[in-house]
């Protein structure tokens, strides 16, 4: 199935000279879904990337992340913008291309040695991703890999990751 055909491209989003890869439209095509879900499992598991937890980040990695837990056999665990999970957390800060930005994630979602693999719909510049890998090591879990829809390869996020299994379904 050709998935780029599925996602939609919005010019001058969210500023001019950005082109928004809007997977709205991937979305709202059951087959494409199912594709999406299905061939991530079955990355997954050719790469061995077999986890306790699926961890995503909020809020478009959801989307992906529980269905792909659901398939793996693994449990979730969302990784939130600051205040919105209601028990003790682990926070980390991180640096974006202009500011800073912060996540958490509970403190009794995941324990020491649990492993996991970090879903999301896009890796850009790997900084939401690289800090969830640096939150998760915080707490002592082994981080298999990571696992994304699209990625925008101009932007050389992979090179700020670990050296870990990426798996990424579409490249811009």
């Known amino acids: 199935m ?28 059951p087959a494409g879904l199912r594709y999406t879900i299905d ?18 980040m909020e809020s478009r990695g959801f989307i992906f992340g529980t269905p792909l837990a659901y398939q793996l056999e693994a449990g979730f665990i969302p990784v939130r913008k600051p205040g919105k999970l209601p028990a003790a957390v682990h926070t980390v800060e991180y640096e ?11 403190q009794d979602a995941v324990q020491p040695g649990s492993k996991v693999l970090i879903v999301d719909d896009l890796i850009a510049t790997g900084g939401t991703a690289k800090a969830t890998a640096e939150l998760l090591d915080k707490i002592g879990c082994e981080v298999l890999g990571f696992s994304f829809i699209i990625e925008l390869k101009n ?14 379904l579409v490249e811009y």
């Open 96 to 106: 974006l291309e202009y500011g800073s930005d912060t996540l958490e994630i509970h």
């Open 2 to 29: 050709d998935l780029k055909s599925l996602i939609r491209d919005i010019p001058d989003f969210p500023k001019p000279g950005i082109v928004f890869r809007d997977i709205t439209t991937l979305l709202n095509d």
């Open 39 to 56: 061939t991530l499992a079955a990355k997954c598991q050719e790469q061995n990337l077999i986890p306790d937890y699926i961890v995503a």
């Open 155 to 168: 932007l050389a996020g992979r090179q700020k990751l670990p050296s870990l299994p990426i798996i990424s």
